[in-house]
């Protein structure tokens, strides 16, 4: 399976989908917030862009479940609380 990248744009954030080989990603622009499950790891969090070693385990394995939870708290709150979208994914 190659590389494959969606983007979607929401309430002025914009989403990148990534689906490869070795996993999936979701990196939520501006806030350089980074879902993923890739180095043989379930799905986590890097909450902080400039401590990429620092995940948070979240409760779906699954990109579609997260980016649900993603978008509709973006919707609900019209920007990213990070404290409360790990909440969410937790």
Do not use: C
């Not at 990429?52 to 973006?74: A, D, G, R, S």
């Amino acid at each position: 399976m190659s590389k494959t990248q969606t983007i979607l744009h929401i309430q002025g954030k914009t989403i990148y989908i990534v689906k490869a080989a070795g996993g999936w990603s979701l990196m939520i622009m501006s806030d350089e917030i980074l879902l993923d499950n890739y180095h043989n790891k379930r799905g986590h969090i890097h909450p902080e862009p400039e401590n990429h070693k620092k995940e948070i385990k979240i409760k779906f394995n699954t990109q579609t479940e997260n980016l649900n939870i993603i978008v509709t708290h973006i919707n609900q709150n019209k920007k990213v609380i990070i404290k409360e979208l790990i909440k969410e994914l937790k």
